[in-house]
């Protein structure tokens, strides 16, 4: 490895949250998903009604870049396989039977049996209500919405369909050509140097990007600030007091060091929500990548490297269905209800 390779840290030994001290959670971890350069230390904040998860040394600004030398892209915008095509149109089913939108579109039987499937499968559910953004026709279906981190477009693109004006920011260059492929406005960079407007959009929408950035409360001000008036932000993270966290501790998927900078607990979430300026704050945590999340543990724990995308062989994805099913119907029941996988901010400006 050159010293052109290796990553520049600086060192970060308070909460990004409240700035309280923090005790060693984890340490000497390397990044087994994507194989960034370094060895990182995890610490947690002390204070109980707080909880964060931070990297001290964490990469510097200016060198982050290398920590995604090998991450993964986000497809292209140009494919239009099966799969792809069912699940845009089970996410405008669901949009429609379970957040008010008027966009159904397939004929009599086929609605009733995609609605019947997303509800079956919990695993598949879950990830739909993730491509609306949790969003209800009623909270301004119709206006103007920004996805910060929109990747190739593929949320964006369904959310065009329910009639959202749409609107993305990303980073990464080859995610913005996709994007941009499917006809949708997308700006490349951060949300801080796009420069919208005050008071441009009516929702601000976000999945996995609030534990990338180094000022997490610096991007929820900057988010609430382009929000109109009553408008609403959804934010989703991953959630460290998720049960699978508790099951993998330091082979938890989540962690991701070094990309993940900060990583927050539902009160976390909501102080630093409120720390922004927001009202009306509600956090949940939902099932979504149970399964995920027990395939890369338990390939991170036994064999000490996970690839997403590689068939992980049928006891294992059949442990993982059991598990997602499990942990689904624990959150329907009200049991373990602050342990979901991740976490869904919901505020309003």
Not at 182 to 206: H, I, Y
Not at 258 to 282: D, M, V, Y
Not at 286 to 299: D, F, N, Q
Request: charge should be positive.
């Amino acid at each position: 490895m050159t010293s052109n390779d290796q990553i520049q840290t600086e060192p970060h030994p308070t909460c990004v949250v409240c700035g309280g001290s923090g005790t060693t959670k984890y340490r000497d971890l390397t990044d087994r998903l994507f194989g960034a350069p370094g060895s990182w230390t995890i610490k947690e904040c002390d204070a109980p009604a707080c909880g964060t998860l931070w990297l001290d040394p964490r990469p510097t600004l200016a060198d982050i870049g290398k920590a995604y030398g090998d991450y993964y892209t986000h497809g292209d915008g140009q494919q239009r396989t099966v799969v792809k095509r069912v699940v845009r149109a089970l996410a405008r089913e669901l949009a429609a039977s379970r957040y008010g939108f008027s966009a159904s579109r397939l004929p009599w039987p086929g609605k009733h049996l995609a609605t019947a499937l997303a509800m079956l499968y919990p695993g598949l559910a879950a990830h739909l209500d993730l491509l609306v953004r949790y969003l209800p026709a009623s909270m301004f279906g119709g206006g103007r919405l920004l996805d910060v981190g929109c990747g190739d477009g593929e949320a964006l693109e369904i959310l065009r369909d329910l009639g959202w004006q749409v609107c993305g920011v990303e980073v990464d260059a080859q995610a913005v050509t996709a994007a941009r492929r499917r006809d949708l406005e997308v700006k490349q960079g951060t949300l801080a140097a796009a420069g919208f407007p005050d008071e441009t959009f009516d929702a601000v929408t976000s999945s996995h990007v609030i534990e990338h950035v180094h000022d997490p409360r610096a991007f929820l001000t900057e988010s609430r600030r382009v929000l109109r008036g009553g408008g609403t932000l959804v934010a989703v993270t991953p959630n460290v007091r998720a049960w699978t966290h508790k099951s993998f501790g330091s082979d938890w998927r989540g962690l991701e060091p070094p990309r993940h900078l900060a990583l927050f607990t539902a009160e976390s979430l909501r102080l630093l929500a409120e720390s922004a300026g927001f009202r009306q704050i509600r956090v949940i945590s939902t099932a979504r990548a149970v399964a995920l999340s027990e395939i890369a543990g338990r390939k991170l724990r036994d064999e000490g490297r996970y690839q997403d995308g590689l068939w992980p062989g049928l006891p294992l994805w059949l442990r993982a269905q059991a598990r997602q099913s499990l942990e689904s119907l624990y959150l329907t029941a009200g049991i373990r209800a602050t342990q979901g996988n991740e976490l869904v901010l919901m505020a309003t400006r």
